[in-house]
């Protein structure tokens, strides 16, 4: 079945460089989101890449996939205390209008 | 971009009532509208997809008659907890799509956290 997973921690300082990974087991994925949760919010769609492409950048974020290796990452530039958050690697087969198989989340913490 | 209220954000309620949770799509028709569960620290699992006019589609283990599901319009769509138990304590989270094809065309609410005591 399908399935993604995700480190579940990561720290970092200040101005630093963050990068989230996800892999995911879903040859059929289409796309792949990356979405933001604050304490006690509701998700925050932060990009999206759709499966023939490599890369993605969008101000501080960048989006890498690797297809052959079903791997995701997030790369998040000059990390901001406002960034910590949980991250969510989630994939799709057909896109916005099929449900979600979301990862477990990833809890960035940056230190000041 | 598309916003997808719910209502109420946050509910506290006796163990044996319902519970009716609503979301909206505010500025655009969701032929589609997805029911997501997250309990604390875990990750968000559907329950169930709606579509307008049609019963719902639950995902296994979920009960559809504990978990009522009405998508009586295109931008409505309504989830009732019924008979609620401590252990349906959770954020539920709703989702709503264009039903277009592609990208990020699914819309999240903000959530309702339900606590059951």
């Known amino acids: 079945g399908e399935d993604v997973e995700q480190s579940l921690f990561l720290s970092v300082r200040e101005g630093d460089s963050s990068v989230i990974n996800c892999t995911y087991t879903?040859?059929?994925?289409?796309?792949l989101y990356w979405y933001k949760q604050e304490p006690g919010a509701g998700l925050q769609l932060l990009t999206y890449i759709f499966s023939n492409m490599d890369m993605k950048q969008d101000q501080r974020l960048t989006v890498l996939l690797n297809k052959k290796d079903k791997h995701l990452s997030l790369r998040i530039a000059d990390t901001q205390t406002g960034d910590s958050a949980i991250y969510f690697c989630?994939?799709?087969?057909?896109?916005?209008?099929?449900?979600?198989?979301f990862g477990k989340g990833t809890r960035l913490s940056v230190i000041a | 971009g598309a916003v997808v209220s719910q209502h109420p954000s946050r509910v506290i309620c006796k163990s044996g009532t319902s519970v009716k949770i609503e979301c909206r799509s505010l500025?655009?028709?969701?032929?589609?509208m997805f029911w997501y569960r997250q309990f604390p620290k875990q990750s968000l699992m559907l329950m169930a997809t709606s579509n307008e006019g049609s019963k719902a589609t639950y995902e296994q283990g979920v009960e559809k008659d504990k978990f009522l599901i009405n998508h009586a319009s295109l931008t409505l769509s309504t989830l009732t907890v019924t008979s609620a138990h401590p252990e349906d304590s959770s954020f539920y989270i709703c989702?709503?799509?264009?039903?277009?094809?592609?990208?990020?065309?699914?819309?999240f609410g903000p959530g309702t956290r339900l606590t059951v005591l």
């Open positions: 989630a994939e799709s087969r057909q896109g916005g209008n099929t449900p979600l198989v």
């Open positions: 879903d040859s059929s994925s289409t796309y």
């Open positions: 500025d655009f028709q969701a032929t589609t």
């Open positions: 989702s709503a799509s264009t039903g277009l094809a592609g990208g990020s065309r699914q819309f």
